[in-house]
């Protein structure tokens, strides 16, 4: 499986912190808190980041929306991601979450041009739920999940 490579400038991402096993309450944390506090998205539809290598389990997903800048709120924080190419594959969620889907892993762990960029220590990824997100069960659905590469000198 091949991916789209995507040059970006710095991307932001406004929202919480949580626990990966707690991922419902989190969600449910950030959409309330977002109809209490609203901020301008660049984009309506939902990022999550999962961090695969962060020592405090409470820092192990974010869960928010995409904005322009850094957003200043008390009931959230906003993560700014460097400039970077990334990596976006278009998978089936059903076998996204079941497999973690080796054909897409398999493409960085394999790659000769880049590796896996890091932030704070932890290697990282972005999942959309765009417009092809048909829910979890559709054969026909899809989701955007995005890899940050850095470029191997």
Avoid at 47 to 66: I, P, Q, S
Avoid at 94 to 117: C, F, H, L, P, T
Wanted: net charge negative.
């Amino acid at each position: 499986m091949q991916p789209k490579i995507v040059a970006q400038n710095k991307r932001y991402i406004t929202g919480m912190f949580g626990n990966v096993q707690k991922q419902g309450q989190l969600w449910e944390k950030v959409k309330k808190g977002y109809a209490e506090s609203p901020f301008a998205r660049s984009d309506e539809h939902d990022c999550r980041v999962y961090f695969w290598e962060m020592a405090n389990l409470d820092k192990t997903v974010f869960f928010g929306y995409e904005t322009d800048s850094i957003i200043i709120s008390d009931k959230f924080i906003t993560i700014e991601f460097p400039a970077c190419d990334w990596a976006m594959f278009e998978v089936v969620p059903a076998k996204w979450w079941v497999s973690g889907d080796a054909d897409v892993q398999g493409w960085i762990a394999n790659n000769e041009q880049y590796k896996w960029r890091k932030y704070d220590g932890s290697i990282y990824q972005l999942e959309y739920y765009k417009e092809k997100f048909k829910g979890s069960d559709d054969p026909d659905s899809r989701m955007e999940v995005w890899y940050p590469l850095e470029k191997i000198v």
